[in-house]
């Protein structure tokens, strides 16, 4: 099996947006008082609803290698307010003794982004430290604007974890990945030496088990003869652009039978914010705005354009088909 762990490919090319659904306003019968609503589950994909509508047959124009449009390559994820600069862009000549009081101030800050948060329990996902993660540019066209596969996973502490499965014992739930299309793509979430996460499977549901300050990544790994593409979001953040996620943007190519490791916030084309689990306050989409969405990821998977995609229903039938399906005699037509 080939692998790509250390060099990634971006897809590239003029994206068509998701189709979306105009949904008129509820109504409350002449009520002064709203009708009550539920709150949302959080997506880890929540730009979606905003994404323009186009067409869901215009797929995505693709381009060459070295002439990518500006709109192909997305602007990187920028750090949180507050977060210290690379050491790189802290050296500046003779004003270094200067700055010193300022850097000890940001690694102050820092730090305490990643303290046991006491207000909202469970883990967020930080913006940690610097990586070095290359990856290089690929023209990509989509089938569709819309994925054929998503997959989702919530992640939490040991306790969190407990309390989603109501008390249960996890040893009934435990998976070994998420998957989709039938298996032909698996998701997981390795901890720093790259072992897999403890992982449970409850309804439907796929729950990760993680550890305050503890480094993952995301591996997805391709199982089919196919090229696809995966855009990536973190709490309801894209990975590569620290935006909000939606099935708009662009994201890994994942190459026929490889696996790919998707390990941080993309700075640049070289250096990722590696991804750690810390407080909810202290995670990258909280410092950002909101923490609506802490505790998800999701991986959104795109065909490409002529490519034949085997589906679960359909693979369920060839798995199903009878090569006698006549085994007792039947009577005839009655005429």
């Given at each position: 099996m080939r692998t790509l762990r250390n060099w990634s490919i971006l897809a590239v090319g003029v994206l068509a947006a998701a189709c979306a659904t105009n949904k008129p306003e509820p109504r409350n019968g002449g009520d002064d008082e709203p009708a009550p609503t539920t709150p949302a589950e959080p997506s880890a994909f929540p730009g979606q609803a905003e994404a323009p509508q186009t067409s869901a047959d215009e797929g995505s124009g693709s381009d060459t290698?070295?002439?990518?449009?500006?709109?192909?390559?997305?602007?990187?994820?920028s750090p949180p307010a507050g977060a210290s600069a690379p050491a790189a862009d802290k050296k500046s000549g003779g004003g270094a003794a200067k700055?010193?009081?300022?850097?000890?101030?940001?690694?102050?800050?820092?730090?305490?982004?990643?303290?046991?948060?006491?207000?909202?329990?469970?883990?967020?996902?930080?913006?940690?430290?610097?990586?070095s993660s290359h990856v290089s540019n690929a023209p990509f066209e989509r089938a569709s604007s819309n994925p054929f596969a998503v997959?989702?996973?919530?992640?939490?502490?040991?306790?969190?974890?407990?309390a989603m499965l109501?008390?249960?014992?996890?040893?009934?739930?435990?998976?070994?990945?998420?998957?989709?299309?039938?298996?032909?793509i698996s998701v997981r979430l390795l901890d720093e030496n790259g072992s897999p996460l403890p992982t449970f499977m409850d309804s439907g549901r796929t729950l990760v088990q993680g550890e305050h300050g503890g480094r993952y990544v995301i591996e997805v790994a391709n199982h089919s003869s196919n090229r696809f593409e995966a855009v990536v979001a973190v709490d309801g953040l894209d990975v590569v652009d620290g935006q909000p996620g939606s099935f708009s943007k662009r994201g890994y190519l994942i190459a026929p039978f490889a696996t790919v490791e998707i390990d941080g916030f993309r700075q640049n084309m070289d250096q990722v914010a590696a991804f750690r689990f810390g407080s909810v306050r202290g995670a990258y989409a909280?410092?950002?705005?909101?923490?609506?969405?802490v505790?998800?990821?999701?991986?959104?998977?795109?065909?490409?354009?002529?490519?034949?995609?085997?589906?679960?229903?359909?693979?369920?039938?060839?798995?199903?088909?009878?090569?006698?399906?006549?085994?007792f005699a039947s009577p005839p037509i009655a005429r």
């Open positions: 290698r070295s002439e990518a449009p500006a709109e192909a390559t997305p602007a990187p994820a700055e010193a009081p300022r850097a000890s101030a940001e690694s102050r800050s820092s730090r305490r982004a990643i303290e046991k948060d006491e207000e909202r329990p469970g883990l967020g996902t930080t913006w940690g430290e610097t990586r997959t989702t996973i919530r992640y939490n502490d040991q306790n969190g974890i407990a109501h008390g249960a014992s996890p040893v009934s739930f435990t998976a070994d990945s998420a998957s989709a299309a039938g298996g032909a909280s410092r950002k705005g909101s923490d609506r969405n505790g998800v990821i999701g991986v959104a998977f795109f065909a490409e354009r002529g490519a034949q995609v085997w589906n679960e229903r359909e693979l369920v039938r060839r798995e199903s088909a009878d090569p006698f399906p006549g085994r």
